[in-house]
């Protein structure tokens, strides 16, 4: 009896670690990410403000910051416009993914003349930039 206890203590525990090492922290970041965890400026990256997550999850910001969102640096940002310029016609100012432990949070900022996304959430955090005002808007899917 004393092994099958000592056995599913060993067990519980090797699944604790497994479920706790697969969990992101500001320390365990892969290369090229960074985490929304900073509740007060000024913000280092790679801790980035909070910002609108806990709205668009639902959730309270006690509850948000045991499972922050964390999003890759985006190599295809190369592809958006740059700050200092006036983005062509219909294309977007943010684009991209960020991820929590059980959600995929897709991202958009899109001119405010243009249609939301068929199917996304929004709007959310306008934003003028060089006279186009852009308003965000998301798609939360199971990860």
């Known amino acids: 009896m004393k092994t099958l206890l000592a ?6 525990l090797l699944v604790v670690a497994a479920v706790a090492s697969a969990q992101f922290t500001s320390d365990t970041l892969p290369a090229n990410h960074h985490i929304h965890d900073c509740r007060a400026a000024p913000c280092v990256y ?10 668009i999850l639902g959730k309270s910001l006690a509850t948000y910051l045991q499972d922050p969102a964390v999003c890759n640096d985006a190599t295809d940002k190369a592809l958006l416009p740059p700050l200092d310029e006036k983005p062509e016609p219909n294309q977007p100012l943010r684009a991209g993914v960020c991820f929590t432990s059980t959600t995929v949070i897709h991202l958009r900022s899109i001119n405010a003349n243009n249609s939301a996304p068929a199917g996304w959430s929004g709007p959310i955090a306008p934003t003028v930039l060089n006279g186009v005002n852009y308003i965000t808007y998301w ?3 199971p990860r």
Do not use: I, K, Y
Not at 7 to 12: D, I, L, P, Q, R
Not at 46 to 55: D, E, N, S, Y
């Open 46 to 55: 790679p801790h980035l403000a909070v910002g609108f997550f806990p709205q």
């Open 7 to 12: 056995s599913t203590v060993v067990a519980t």
């Open 139 to 141: 798609l939360v899917t």
